[in-house]
């Protein structure tokens, strides 16, 4: 009886640890809802700041394959500012979610103006 009472909230915490999101580079952690999967096959991730150009009411990403590991082919997403993420580490971050074609969240620094 001791025996399964110890094993099960080990049991709880190996169900639970699938569902937490997933640290960025620089160790912040990307929200629960952005993220899906891990460091190695999540959907979010940093991507290049040369990817990004600022717009009236919101950021154009501009993808090629390689700049997110999910995206195999070139991409042009409009963001609205609205609905930007604050970065942590004053890097840009996007998630894919469901498909590369999807973007869920999109992180950026604060816009100096």
Known sequence: ???????????????AGPALAHDAASGWQYEQFCCNGNSH?????MIPATTVRIIKGGYQVTLAPGDH????????????????????????H???????????????PDMGF
Do not use: K, W
């Open 41 to 45: 096959n999540g959907d979010c991730q």
């Open 69 to 92: 590991r999910l995206a195999t082919r070139a991409h042009i997403f409009r963001l609205p500012q609205d609905t930007t993420r604050h970065s942590p580490d004053g890097e840009y």
């Open 1 to 15: 009886m001791r025996v399964t009472f110890l094993l099960f909230p080990l049991g709880m915490f190996a169900l």
């Open 94 to 108: 996007l998630c894919l979610y469901p498909t590369e074609d999807t973007p869920r969240c999109f992180y950026a």
